[in-house]
């Protein structure tokens, strides 16, 4: 019998239903537009499951006590948007360096500063690469319906855990205040990862910062048998601070390479008709709605135009994106900012001058008639 | 064992206490969790067997927050500087204290930034000499204890490093204590603080120490100068924040 379940939610609740799914047992956050939601449903969902939520201070005391909490062996997650997101950055960073897996949702609103609070926007793609500071790699995933939501938000507990290292949800008003049918899957149907626990036994010498040969760190829950050190400074295997030039290089290395090099691994897309496409649009996230829209429509009447859908936005999909683009006469970026994929986009082409951005950055929603006139333009239609 | 801390600082004393304070207590080191912040005292954690994290400037009260609700059986000390504890982690600080969340918060009070090279502290007071202050402060300090009466915490202590064995009892007790406790410890950076404000040698400031304190319930001595009250101020049994929590779950039928 199939126990999954048919809901009309939010995004916001679907975000904290698959969280839940995934596993989630720790939450802590603050409240702020227009990821509040994610919080509300938690406070009464998570401790029905024997879960903790904790509402802090701020949204600093949040992930930190999200990062603490994690270290303990739990499954956690904080939610936020834009301002929220800013005064974060510090502390993922600190998970990154420390490698201790979280998920951080943003829900994204008009920026800079308070901005357009109720409003859409995908402002924070950027941030979530570069908001913290130092080199470091990032994962972060979004979504533009809502069973994308469900799957997104569990993939992201599965990659932390995985890789041991924070994962970003970037989603944005629309996705999370718009309310659509989600198929709430049945336990078990998405396989879930759970925390690698090392197997030394008590007595002996556990290194937490000393990888396995498949390049995993096992790790050992605060409170149990091995005691070490956690420290956001550079550090040794045992994790004790180090300036040691060789143990700094390597363990830069190690925390950029750990997610670069399995780009492959960690990035997803969604394709359409990419076989015969002479323009190609690349959207993600709620703009992907409406150039999904146009592309379908545009196609009706004799249009050879496809569409790439990004879910991941970091690591970036450089090689998959060249590729695919490679016949395209047209490469056409949909995305609600003054351009930020398309950067990466261009980077990563054989030919960057035919890239152009179709972007909307006055809060409301970009629509396909707004993609269609721009389209006509770079066809050289006239408008 | 060779350490981060200058020759003459009065860290070492208070892990010294803190120690002895554990081992009187008998607790089980796989049970502790010390959680520290940033800045000369925050190095604390890297000199101790148990479980260890060294976080962020001002934000291991957070973490500990995180730590202690997930797992509420562990005893968890925090030791900070009175910077981290007081500027950057005031928030924290003030919402762990009214939380009454069962942490043992210990701030060493140096009266200066030392990590950073001797820059003026929420607590180095007025009319005082530091490397930002080249004219003297004008700005008054914290009252640790008043403070932290006054956000909720239900256990509040103040004692120096001159004081070791009041200092002693105090952390065991501290510990020991259940709900949000704060420990205040006078201790001197003879690097900094001392050499900025015509103390320059750590015995002289220590002397300061106990010149310049007397006990609660005491009347101080009339000299010149400032005098500070150390001993127990707050110690009330009041339910904490991981037992109503639990309180709570089984009010929605979990336990």
């Known amino acids: ?383 | 064992m060779p350490h981060i801390w200058c020759a003459g600082c009065g860290n070492g004393i208070v892990l010294n206490s803190l120690l002895r304070a554990v081992e009187k207590l008998g607790l089980d080191r796989n049970n502790i969790v010390m959680v520290s912040g940033i800045g000369c005292s925050s190095r604390m954690q890297g000199y101790v067997d148990f479980h260890t994290l060294h976080t962020i400037h001002g934000r291991a009260l957070a973490f500990a927050t995180g730590v202690k609700l997930a797992r509420p059986e562990l005893d968890i000390i925090v030791p900070m500087g009175d910077g981290d504890a007081l500027a950057i982690g005031g928030n924290h600080f003030i919402h762990a204290a009214r939380r009454n969340i069962n942490l043992t918060a210990i701030i060493l009070n140096n009266r200066i930034y030392g990590m950073t090279g001797g820059q003026y502290s929420p607590l180095t007071g007025m009319d005082k000499y530091a490397t930002t202050a080249p004219y003297g402060t004008i700005v008054p300090s914290f009252d640790t204890v008043e403070l932290a009466k006054a956000a909720g915490a239900s256990f509040v202590a103040r004692s120096t490093v001159y004081h070791v064995l009041h200092l002693t009892n105090l952390l065991e007790k501290a510990i020991k204590h259940k709900g949000f406790a704060v420990v205040e410890v006078l201790t001197q950076c003879p690097t900094y603080y001392g050499r900025k404000n015509g103390m320059p040698e750590a015995p002289e400031m220590m002397q300061w120490f106990k010149d310049h304190t007397f006990q609660r319930g005491t009347e101080p001595k009339k000299i010149e100068g400032e005098m500070i009250e150390i001993g127990l101020f707050v110690e009330e049994q009041r339910e904490e924040y991981c037992e109503r929590y639990e309180k709570s779950l089984q009010k929605v039928g979990k336990v």
């Not at chain 1, 659509?180 to 925390?195: A, F």
């Open chain 1, 1 to 383: 019998m199939n126990n999954s379940e048919v809901k009309l939610l939010q995004g916001n609740e679907v975000c904290a239903e698959a969280a839940i799914y995934a596993g989630l047992e720790f939450f802590a956050g603050y409240p702020i537009t227009p990821s509040t939601e994610i919080a509300e449903t938690l406070s009464y969902k998570l401790p029905k499951k024997g879960g903790r939520f904790i509402q802090m201070e701020d949204e600093i005391g949040s992930i930190c006590a999200i990062i603490g909490a994690s270290l303990t062996g739990k499954k956690v997650m904080t939610a936020t948007s834009g301002p929220g997101f800013s005064l974060m950055q510090e502390a993922i960073g600190y998970a990154i360096m420390t490698e201790i897996p979280c998920v951080i949702v943003n829900v994204q609103r008009g920026g800079p500063s308070t901005g357009l609070p109720t409003r859409v926007s995908q402002g924070d793609v950027m941030q979530a690469r570069w908001g913290t500071h130092g080199d470091h790699a990032i994962i972060a995933l979004t979504a533009s319906n809502h069973q994308d939501i469900f799957t997104t938000t569990v993939e992201a507990f599965n990659l932390a855990e995985t890789y041991r290292t924070p994962v970003i949800l970037l989603y944005d008003e629309v996705l999370a205040h718009m309310r659509e049918q989600v198929v709430i899957p049945e336990p078990g149907e998405i396989p879930l990862v759970e925390r690698l626990i090392t197997s030394v036994p008590k007595g002996t010498d556990y290194h937490p910062y000393f990888p396995r040969e498949d390049g995993r760190l096992p790790m050992s829950d605060f409170g149990g048998v091995h005691r070490y050190n956690v420290t956001g400074l550079y550090h040794d295997m045992w994790g004790f601070p180090s300036d040691n030039p060789e143990i700094t290089n390597e363990l830069i290395h190690h925390l950029v390479h750990k997610i670069e090099n399995r780009t492959i691994n960690i990035t997803r897309m969604k394709e359409y008709y990419l076989e015969d496409a002479e323009t190609i649009l690349i959207s993600y996230g709620a703009s992907a709605r409406s150039a999904i829209h146009i592309m379908e429509d545009r196609r009706a009447v004799g249009m050879s135009i496809g569409m790439i859908e990004l879910q991941t936005l970091w690591p970036f999909p450089e090689a998959e994106i060249r590729k695919k683009c490679a016949k395209a006469k047209y490469i056409v970026v949909v995305e609600m900012n003054m351009g930020q994929i398309i950067h990466q986009v261009k980077a990563c082409v054989d030919h960057p001058g035919w890239v152009y951005l179709v972007n909307r950055v006055d809060g409301n929603l970009i629509t396909p008639v707004d993609i269609k006139r721009i389209l006509r333009i770079i066809q050289g239609k006239g408008i």
